[in-house]
């Protein structure tokens, strides 16, 4: 009786912190990779990713969680053909030699259930860098379509494009680059 009952908490351990920990696989049709940074001190030019993908995983009970987030960078997009050329280009992305910029962490931060920051690494162009990661309007619920838990939120950074290599056209184009990416995840 007592092996029974023995074999039946552990069990259940097993149970709940397996579904403690919950993993979510980013939706790329509703997230949306944004940077800007700052031309000749007269506007802030803008470009956009088309493709991210990537895992979240939380524990929200133990306050902890990964991001491994992955950006095309030959999707690459900026309402100029000409400008997307040189942003693929070896003096900007270089995507033929770098087609991937990954963003991954394990060090997030919370505030009760909702995640509102991350500590990490920032690889571009062969360089990796630490990065700070801050995360608003975390909301969980259930999806409509899919009938499965997700999560979204907005996330922004700043980071130096010369730390990564991309010194072209500076100072008329600025070093400083803010980066926003509205998110959604889907628990798998």
């Given at each position: 009786m007592r092996a029974r009952l023995f074999a039946a908490m552990l069990l259940m351990a097993f149970a709940v912190s397996g579904f403690a920990q919950e993993t979510y696989r980013?939706?790329?049709l509703h997230t949306t990779t944004t940077f800007s940074v700052n031309h000749l001190g007269l506007s802030m030019q803008r470009g956009s990713f088309g493709k991210t993908t990537g895992t979240v995983t939380l524990d929200r009970a133990a306050k902890k969680g990964?991001?491994?987030v992955a950006i095309d960078a030959a999707s690459v997009t900026s309402g100029s053909p000409a400008r997307e050329n040189l942003l693929r280009g070896e003096d900007y992305f270089d995507v033929a030699q770098f087609p991937t910029i990954n963003f991954k962490s394990d060090k997030l931060k919370f505030n009760g259930d909702a995640v509102v920051g991350a500590e990490g690494e920032l690889t571009m162009r062969g360089v990796t860098k630490p990065?700070?990661?801050s995360v608003a309007d975390f909301?969980?619920?259930?999806?409509?379509?899919?009938?499965?838990?997700?999560?979204?939120?907005?996330?922004?950074?700043?980071?130096?494009r010369s730390e990564f290599g991309m010194i072209k056209n500076q100072p008329s184009t600025g070093d400083d680059v803010s980066i926003a990416i509205a998110i959604e995840a889907i628990q798998q």
């Open positions: 980013v939706d790329p990964s991001i491994d990065v700070v990661l909301k969980c619920a259930i999806h409509p379509a899919t009938k499965k838990p997700a999560c979204g939120a907005e996330v922004t950074a700043n980071v130096k």
